[in-house]
Structure formats: C-alpha cells, structure tokens
C-alpha cells in the first residue's frame, strides 16, 4: 500500500547522506555487516574506522562514502 505524507514527518531523515555525516559513529564503519556493505556497493575496501581504500578516489573517510552505503548504515545502526 501507497502512503504519501505532506508536511513535516517525526522521526523522518529528510537526506539521509547528510543526517549521516553529523550522527555516524566510528564504531559503525569497523562492523562486519559495514565492511561487507562498503565492500558490495562501494567496492572499497575498510582499513580502520577513519580510513577507507578506494579504487576509484584513493584513501577516504567515511563521510566520502556514498549516499547508498549511508542510508543502508543508517537502517542498520541508527534508533530513532
């Protein structure tokens, strides 16, 4: 079924890649479930909590990750 809210929603993340940047933990970015996801959908590989390989823009942070791989975290690890 087809829902469709106007206005304001509570517990909404309105952009999700945002929402992450200012609330992810680093202890999110080192879990099995993180690793596998980045590695999936970003095809990057986690060196520690701060570092991430990529093979496309070299060593990145987690906020460089893309907004697929924040939103999946964010579903995983955020309790609203």
Known sequence: MLKIYLG???KA???PPTYFDNQYEDEWITKELSIRMIK???KS???N???IQSPVLGTI???ELSGS???LMLMAFKRM
């Open 8 to 10: 304001n929603m509570e």
């Open 13 to 15: 993340i309105y952009h």
């Open 40 to 42: 999936e959908v970003d």
């Open 45 to 47: 590989d986690v060196i």
């Open 49 to 51: 909590s701060s570092l």
């Open 61 to 63: 942070s987690a906020k």
């Open 69 to 71: 791989v924040k939103t």
